[in-house]
């Protein structure tokens, strides 16, 4: 079976990668989110490299519920 892999902005500019297990149109069930995060070079500072760290790293939570509008459709 093949997992449904997303990365998604908010609207607090956060971008998460995460498995999305329902998307019913306005709320959208998401497994295992990890922030994307933009970490410095220590070796080279005009190239920052990009990393991935928990999402909501104080909860004890695997999946949450994001609701959410879609302005394309």
């Known amino acids: 079976m093949m997992k449904t892999i997303k ?3 908010l609207i607090t ?3 998460i ?4 297990v329902v998307d019913s149109g306005y709320k959208l069930t998401i497994k295992n989110p990890l922030r994307v995060v933009v970490v ?3 070796s080279s500072p005009n190239n920052p ?3 991935l760290a928990p999402w909501a ?3 004890d939570d695997g999946s ?3 609701d959410w509008y879609r302005d394309w459709e």
Not at 17 to 20: G, K
């Open 7 to 9: 990365l998604i902005r």
């Open 13 to 15: 500019g956060e971008e």
């Open 17 to 20: 990668l995460a498995e999305v």
């Open 40 to 42: 410095p070079s220590k």
């Open 49 to 51: 490299t990009v990393g």
């Open 57 to 59: 790293e104080f909860s």
């Open 64 to 66: 949450f519920t994001i």
